[in-house]
């Protein structure tokens, strides 16, 4: 999008802010639609001066540029030239408020403290600047002494923003390739299963008697030996062993059942 150097630094001449002022009064007596719609038209260059600030966040600039013109239609809304203030003092706070609310609450993939991402949009606009100076990407500690903070908390910031934006697992994994980044990544988790596992065979547990479900827990969970077994349920080392087999056969028949049930 090519913009004039009057729509990007928001100026405008002493005749047309005269006028914007004699509307903005009329505006505030009548609230006539169409004066309102006339005033937002005069006065894009000051909304699109303050989206062009985020220009570095990586949204997409006609999207900055919508959350500013909303900015601007509240801040026309609200102003009250009866006050005595200047109608860029008080709109450039609210449309900058929009905008950071719009990159706070929308435009990340992930969740972070807002405390971090206030943090990781000053890292993120510092290093704009820092890179038009210095010609080159800054360090972690150059940018610490440019916004005074602490070497760690920029590092933080830094790796922060990466939640900005998520990558589609279905993305190429370079120009020319086919191949989806979710075939390097994706694998088989065995915890699952293990997890599956776990809940069959409590619920098949369920169907056996209080004593069989504790000879088998002190079996194969604290893995005691037969007769260990015998003597705390009270009973031999041959009725443990019988017990114990007994069980597993009933397990192992109603897992059956329930496979066939699932198929």
Known sequence: MDLTSEETTGRVGPAERREVERRLRLYHHSRNPKLRDDLVERL?????SLALR???SGEPLDDLMQVAALGLVKAIDRFDPERG?????FATPTILGELRRHLRDTAWA???????QERALNVARAASGLTSSLGRQPTAAELAEHTGMPVEDVVEARAAAGARHAVSLFRPLGEGEDEPLADVIGADDPEYSATEDAITSESLLQGLAPREREILRLRFQEELPQWQIGERVGCSQMHVS????????????AAEDTTKLAA
Do not use: G, K
């Open 110 to 116: 992930l969740r972070v403290p807002r405390e971090l």
């Open 85 to 89: 203030f200047a109608f860029t003092s």
């Open 44 to 48: 894009m260059p000051l909304a699109r």
């Open 54 to 56: 985020f220009n570095h």
């Open 242 to 253: 019988r017990l114990i087999r007994q069980s597993l056969d009933q397990l192992r028949a």
